[in-house]
Nanobody, 121 residues
Framework: VQLVESGGGLVQAGGSLRLSCAAS?????MGWFRQAPGKEREFVAA????????NYADSVKGRFTISRDNAKNSVYLQMNSMKPEDTALYYC??????????????????WGQGTQVTVSS
């Protein structure tokens, strides 16, 4: 499975961005993670294979929305009310099949290269 993220960029605090991730190959549950400079990579959001179940980090609940379009084999992350602390390299990932969406990195064997998101104050 190959993953290509897009949609990153520079945005002012309070603004919005929409990240996209296009996958080639069969996918299952998918997730978004992020890594800020000097910090470990952390879970952001995940969505089940059919889009019926989602999981969010507490830090983004109510601001970010994950969705997917299986016809396009793509997953999206709509980010609203953005904060400077959302600045990070954002990665999409495909989870091990036949499991509900999880927060654990080790459950995601396939990763994209990442797209940079910078939020200015």
């Amino acid at each position: 499975v190959q993953l290509v993220e897009s949609g990153g960029g520079l945005v002012q605090a309070g603004g919005s961005l929409r990240l996209s991730c296009a996958a080639s190959g069969r996918t299952s549950a998918m997730g978004w993670f992020r890594q800020a400079p000097g910090k470990e990579r952390e879970f952001v959001a995940a969505i089940g294979r059919n889009g019926g179940s989602t999981n969010y980090a507490d830090s983004v609940k109510g601001r970010f929305t994950i969705s997917r379009d299986n016809a396009k084999n793509s997953v999206y992350l709509q980010m609203n009310s953005m904060k400077p602390e959302d600045t990070a390299l954002y990665y999409c990932a495909v989870q091990i099949p036949w499991r509900p969406p999880t927060t654990r990195e080790n459950d995601y064997p396939y990763w994209g290269q990442g797209t940079q998101v910078t939020v200015s104050s």
